[in-house]
């Protein structure tokens, strides 16, 4: 099955040319190519500049603790893996950084916008967006939104309103998280600890692993200016030290990359050390992780890029999502072949603590839910390839 390209991809080209991005699907339920049920009609809307959109991913990024009955219900996710913190249950939190590099991804930070497509809805008033396949809003939330389904969240809320859409999305990354094994000491405050929970969100399978021959060995950090291929989570992280020109979105940060070596070869990789490595291909190099602005007593302005970042030691970019899908971010139903996508960043992080030993066989974060998938390579590629058009399964 060939890949469709996502509104990420075009919405990242359009914001290196400058240009606004001229896509907007809104398959609304009324519409007559509304082909995949999506249940629910799409609401008028003005969508947030760059910097109304800050205070949303800010508060967002405190979980529901603090955004209350401005988003749904997220259960406590683990913290620590016995290196040496043990696992405890805490408060759901997210690192800014991640958020919104995943809504850069899957929506280019639209939740609405004038519909360019399908044909009946071409024009008009700005809307919710929709794709094809019923992922709604900024997070592109797609599970739940379809007729006749019935989630625990509310499903006109999600089309309606960008901070109950993103913090709805936050309920998919939360279960990813637990579900998934620890990265370094299972920090939700490091952003690098959340590495394999980025990857689920998008599909846990081979087709996202760093060792795919899919991918050049010799790729650098994935650079949304120059495109390439990529695994899911290694764009979410590019997006982060590659922010977009405008300078109301984020400032770079340098993330570190794990080990290929310690990953496996499969869709679902084991409890990971710290990640040290200067980028997806080079470990010889280092780079030290970071506690998240958002978790700092100071957060300072989330809103003013840096200069575009350094890709560090780990070389230029080279070469050649939505949890169940390879995608990323609102696809094309009829695009050609391939696909781009984007993240976000946000002020340097603090570098919290030198990377250095190896992480034992630490379990699952607390609350795991799915276990690790085995299987050989070529059929995790099939799973995954199978995928593309599965997204935002909770």
Partial sequence: MRRLLPLGAAAALFAVSGVASAYCPSYTASSSYNSHNCGVEAVNGTNPTPDQWQPIFALVAQGPSVWGSKGPSVSDIGQGCGNPEPLHSVAARFPCEVLKAIAMQESGWKQFCVPSTPADQVGGASRTIISFDCGYGVGQVTSGMHAG???????SRVASDPTYNLATGTQIL??????????????PSIVEDWYTAVWAYNGLAY?????????????GVWDPNVGGGAPYQERVFGWVEHPPGSPAYWKSVALAYPDPANVGGS??????PEPSCASPTDCSNQRQVHTSY?????????????SGGTSGTGGSSAGGSSSGGTGGGLPLPDAAPGYDAGADGSPTGQHSR???????????????????????????LMLGLLAFRRRRSG
């Fill in 294 to 306: 958002c978790f700092s007593a100071n957060p300072g302005d989330a809103g003013t890029a840096g």
């Fill in 174 to 187: 939360a279960s990813k998280w637990k579900a998934t094994n620890c990265v370094g000491d299972n920090q």
């Fill in 149 to 155: 389904e019935s989630p625990s969240f509310d499903r």
């Fill in 354 to 380: 030198v990377v250095g030993g190896k992480s034992s066989g630490c379990a699952c974060r607390l609350g795991s839910s799915e276990p690790p998938s085995g299987g050989a390579p070529l059929s995790l």
């Fill in 207 to 219: 087709v996202n692993n760093p060792s795919n021959p899919t991918y050049s060995s010799s790729r």
């Fill in 267 to 272: 869709g679902s990789p084991p409890a990971l």
